[in-house]
Structures are given as C-alpha cells and as structure tokens.
C-alpha cells in the first residue's frame, strides 16, 4: 500500500518509543517515575462528574448533538465575563475535541498549499502537525533563553509576515513554561496588525500560572479580538482531558469558517458531555486554584530539588511543564532521556520533540506529588547521570 506523502511526514511517536522502554522497566520491577505526559492527576470536580451522569440517564441525549447547545456557549461567555473580564457573544464561539483536534484542522481552515505559516520554536508538536496537514509552508519564530522564552517578532523578516496568514502563539509555553506580558502581546498584536496576520493564541494553561502572577485570556488585551482568536481548553483547568472539551473563541467570521470545516467531519459533541462543559464553566473555581497551588509546590519541589543536585534549570513561570537543559556530553536529547530512565527509572520528554530548536533540553511534566518528585530527584542524584 503506498500511503499518502501527509502521512509519511509524520514522524514516529516519541511518547510510544518511552513507553515501550518504560513497560520494559516495570516488568523487571523497577520504580518508574513517570514525569514525561502532560495528564493531570487531580480528580475532576464532583459537580462537574455529575452534571454528566445526569445527562447521560436521559436517552434523548444518546442521540446526535448536531450543534452546540445556546446554553453551552452562553456558558463560555458568562465565563470570559466572570474569568477573564472580556466580552464576547455566541457567535465567538465554536466547540472542538480538544484544542489537539482544533488545532490539527484550523490550518485546513485558513490556508491553501504553499500558504506561509509562523510557528514558535520550541513549540507542541500538534502546531507542526496542522500546518502540515494544510500544505503551508512554515517559518520558525525562535523563543530563546535570551528572550525569557517570550517571541520577538523584531527576528521575522518583514517579507516573511506579508505572506504568512497566521501566528501561533503559545502563552504559558509547553514545553518552556515561560508567561507571556502585556508588553509582549501588544507587540505581537501590532505586528499581526501591521502585517494582516491572525493570530491563534493557545491558552491551555492561563489557570496554571505562578508566583501571584494571573493568567489572562489573549482577548484581554486591546486590538486582540480583531486581529486574533484562542483556543481554551477544559483539560487542565477541569481536569477534563478525556472528555476533550476545547473551544475556539474570537473573531466570528474565523469562528464561522472553523464551524464549517467541523460540520463536514462531525456530529457535535456529545451532550452529556457539553453538560458536563456547563457545569464546569458555571460553578465554583476553588479548585482550579488549589489545584494552582499545587502545582507550584511541585514546580518547586522538582526545580529546586534538580538545583540542589548540580541540575542547573530555571523555575517554570506557569503550565505544568518545566524545561531543563541535557548534559553537554549527550549527543541527543533522546540519548539523554534513555539514559535517565535506565539509570534512575525517571522519565521525562526529549526536547527534539518540540520543534526545530527544542535539540538540548528536555521536558518534566509535573504529574507527581512533591513527595514522589523528591524521591525522583533522589533517583537521578543516586544514577549519578549528572556527574559521568
């Protein structure tokens, strides 16, 4: 069978080759520390669990959704209100499985082949995936140490953005962790402006952010509604990965082309499911932010303690990611983490993973208590990876 040139650009799944080294591992009974995929391990709320199981004891629900229901998206409104201080109506406002599915088939929406696209290096894999999937051609916008890992659009060449058609923009960053500030996005804004750019900003983490900093939707900020969109996610707020929940939200003739695309290839979400959304995004928020501080007390617990053995890494500014750098005498970042894990039975992300410049660090995900963080910081110190 001779497949399609789309699919033979995919690479192999990194996250497989770990797992299979992992399951080896765990059958000769070693101690796994499994710091490498972004799945929270906080418990959805109670309300929000039930919310499904009632709507899913009525057989009217069972049947196609078609459409999202006018309850769901005054839902997401009424929560930019509450949320984020930013109005927006219904008509901003379309559902997606997960901003992994949205963001695989905007490009569809946007581009045509050899269309030019800009992407953040290191960025999620699935950015890379939807530009290629519409054909465009891609330009990498570097996000570097020197930069706080915040983009520079000063390194985009003027000819480079009169071509492109949209900017991904990605605030927290997975895999940097890195939080973007007003001054960033109004140069990002200008810049989409100036060059007739949309901008799609990811915001999968603003509820993950640390050190008293608040997390704001990119709508937030003056010129975004017209020159952008977001998509924002239940998954890490809520918990609520296995539900795929996402939303586009933002300028309504985007947010019309997108709902056309996804009423050729689905049925609507399933509504006990967009019952579930609504629970979520009308009732308390106590524990997104316990579930924030958390977090940070992991991002502490692995920084600090990965400091402390000679691991010389910067503190996450937010999402539940940490980027650390690979020991010189590595030649890959894949080398590393097989390394690692054979040694001390910690798994973490290669960063070649992330895009072109993502070669030299790799990915923690902070999916274990503080107190199994510390025995995995233990774990690497005892392998003595980071002194041969």
């Given amino acids: 069978m001779q497949f399609s040139k789309r699919v033979a650009a995919f690479g192999d799944e990194i996250f497989a080759a770990l797992d299979d080294r992992k399951n080896e591992l765990v059958a000769q009974g070693r101690t796994i520390y499994n710091l490498s995929v972004g799945t929270p391990d906080f418990e959805v709320p109670s309300h929000i669990r039930q919310a499904l199981i009632d709507a899913a004891a009525d057989p009217d629900n069972w049947k196609y959704a078609l459409h999202d229901l006018p309850e769901l998206k005054q839902a997401v409104c009424d929560y930019y209100h509450r949320r984020f201080d930013v109005e927006i109506t219904p008509d901003m406002v379309c559902s997606c499985y997960g901003t992994q599915e949205g963001m695989g088939h905007i490009g569809m929406v946007l581009c045509d082949e050899g269309d ?174 316990r579930q924030c501080a958390d977090y940070q007390a992991r991002r502490d617990a692995l920084c600090n303690g990965l400091r402390s053995i000679g691991w010389d890494c910067r503190d996450s500014q937010g999402s539940m990611f940490m980027w650390a750098p690979v020991p010189e005498r590595y030649a890959t970042s894949v080398d590393f983490c097989l390394d690692l894990m054979d040694r001390s039975g910690v798994i973490c992300t290669p960063g070649s993973s992330f895009g072109p410049a993502g070669e030299g660090h790799v990915r923690f995900a902070l999916v274990l208590p503080p107190d199994q963080i510390a025995k995995a910081v233990a774990a690497i110190d005892a392998s003595g990876i980071l002194k041969s």
């Avoid at 659009?153 to 605030?171: E, F, N, Q």
């Avoid at 003739?253 to 959304?277: C, E, N, T, W």
């Fill in 116 to 289: 030019t696209v800009l992407l953040p290096t290191p960025c999620y894999p699935v950015f890379i995936t939807g530009a290629a999937m519409a054909g465009a051609t891609i330009h990498y916008y570097p996000m570097t140490e020197e930069t706080n890992y915040l983009p520079d659009v000063t390194t985009i060449p003027d000819d480079v953005a009169d071509r492109a058609k949209y900017m991904v923009v990605s605030l927290p960053s997975n895999p940097m962790g890195s939080v973007g500030t007003a001054e960033t996005y109004a140069q990002i804004i200008e810049f989409a402006r100036r060059h007739d750019i949309l901008v799609i900003h990811d915001n999968a983490y603003s509820d993950i952010i640390f050190d008293g900093r608040m997390g704001r939707s990119f709508l937030s900020y003056p010129g975004a509604a017209q020159v952008g969109v977001e998509f924002f996610s239940l998954s890490k707020s809520f918990d609520m990965t296995g539900a795929r929940v996402s939303f586009l939200v933002g300028r309504p003739d985007v947010i019309a082309a997108f709902h056309k695309l996804r009423s050729q290839i689905d049925y609507g979400m399933f509504l006990p499911i967009q019952h579930a959304a609504i629970a979520a995004l009308t009732g308390p928020l106590d524990s997104v932010r």
